[in-house]
């Protein structure tokens, strides 16, 4: 996940906050425990709106290349229309400025959704017993 920058993993054992490495986000996003970078701690997203939001990242990282065409279109087809004699100068500069000014606040908008910090919840490690079982399934399935 490339998009995924300024995500921030918070641990519930040792409190403290962690830039979140690709590799635990994908962790995350197929919602596998992973260990604490500090505490070694197995830690899991368990906040189903965080998740919710957590998910909802690849369509904001979307917004990026999408709007960098739609502002260079728009840039095109004013000064298309300029030289097609359908618009003034000054207008040809009012709508260039209007689209290289929402294309920034929307891009800043994006980057500031994907900005978060995940509370990560401690999960508890499996007990010897049902290792000991999942182990003997697996045997007696080979
Ligand atoms: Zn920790």
């Known amino acids: 996940m490339a998009a995924a920058i300024g995500i921030k993993g918070h641990c519930a054992q040792c409190n403290m906050t962690f830039e979140l490495k690709p590799w635990q986000l994908n962790a995350i996003a197929i919602d596998i425990p992973f260990d604490c970078t500090y505490c070694h701690c197995g830690l899991q997203l368990e906040c189903v709106k965080q998740l919710r939001q957590f998910k909802a990242l690849d ?3 979307l917004v990026r290349p999408s709007m960098i065409m739609l502002t260079c279109a728009t840039l095109l087809m004013a000064l298309v229309a300029e030289w097609l004699g359908l618009l003034s100068v000054i207008g040809q500069l009012n709508i260039s400025l209007v689209a290289v000014l929402s294309h920034l606040l929307v891009v800043r908008y994006a980057r500031h959704r994907q ?3 995940l509370k990560l919840q401690v999960i508890s490690p499996l007990p ?3 290792l000991a079982r999942i182990a003997c399934a697996r045997l007696s399935q080979q």
């Open 115 to 117: 900005t978060m910090t």
């Open 59 to 61: 369509h904001w990282a």
């Open 128 to 130: 010897v017993e049902q």
